[in-house]
């Protein structure tokens, strides 16, 4: 079983459509928790920590169920510049803080 | 935010030669830097944690022989693919944590596409 495993998508939506992304992660020591997105060919850019309050940043959410080790992410009012790859990220509490990272979801928006 | 450079973008090799790939915090200093591998439509995998003025710490199935890392100053890591052959080409790239505490956000560089013929 993977660390972090997500949909692959693609997720097609028209621009304006709300779209929600889910993540579910295996290790229960993970402490730290992000969605990055990747743009094809480029370097992943963090786009928002996740906090178990949940957070909100612009037309992103994220939320985080400690207890069912599950994060979401939510886009509201897609743009054409939404399209990418969305990457759910933890960092487990020992002493290497590496990144694990998921395979990522694929976001298409549509005119 | 912080900026992380990487050198060269692009590479193309015969198979059988090394290559060498640089990373460089640009204006922060960082103790640890890390080093990831993704081949098309994969996930970022981790290969090695290099750690400035000692060894580096590689992933469970990664050949430090194959692929030697050098973290000679706080604001340079070197990944050098040794005998590179095509099953090796793929997207490199490193992130650095500013700071002495790799607990911080992690910058990445713009990544190496590789490619042995």
């Known amino acids: 079983r993977k660390e972090v495993e997500q949909d692959p998508g693609p997720f097609n939506v028209p621009e304006g459509a709300t779209v929600a992304f889910n993540c579910t992660y295996s290790n229960s020591a993970s402490q730290s928790f992000f969605w990055y997105r990747q743009d094809c060919r480029k370097e992943p850019k963090l786009l928002m920590s996740?906090?178990?309050s949940g957070n909100e940043d612009g037309r992103f959410t994220a939320q985080l169920n400690r207890a069912s080790q599950y994060i979401s992410l939510l886009i509201r009012d897609s743009k054409l510049s939404d399209s990418a790859t969305y990457l759910c990220?933890?960092?487990?509490?020992?002493?290497?803080?590496?990144?694990?990272f998921g395979s990522g979801t694929r976001l298409l928006v549509r005119p | 935010g912080a900026v992380v450079s990487q050198h060269p973008s692009r590479v193309i090799c015969k198979s059988g030669t090394s290559v060498k790939i640089e990373c460089r915090s640009l204006?922060?200093?960082?103790?640890?830097m890390f080093w990831y591998r993704q081949f098309p439509k994969q996930s970022l995998m981790l290969m090695a944690t290099?750690?400035?003025?000692?060894?580096?710490?590689?992933e469970q199935g990664v050949e430090k022989d194959k692929f030697l890392i050098n973290h000679a100053s706080l604001t340079l890591s070197t990944l050098t693919v040794t005998s590179a052959h095509p099953e090796d080409s793929s997207f490199y790239i490193c992130?650095?944590?500013?700071?002495?505490?790799?607990?911080?956000?992690?910058?990445f560089g713009p990544g190496t596409r590789l490619t042995v013929l």
């Open positions: 290099s750690n400035e003025g000692s060894k580096a710490t590689y």
């Open positions: 204006d922060f200093q960082a103790t640890t």
């Open positions: 990220v933890v960092r487990v509490m020992d002493s290497s803080y590496k990144l694990i």
């Open positions: 996740v906090y178990s």
């Open positions: 992130s650095a944590p500013p700071g002495l505490s790799s607990y911080n956000e992690q910058f």
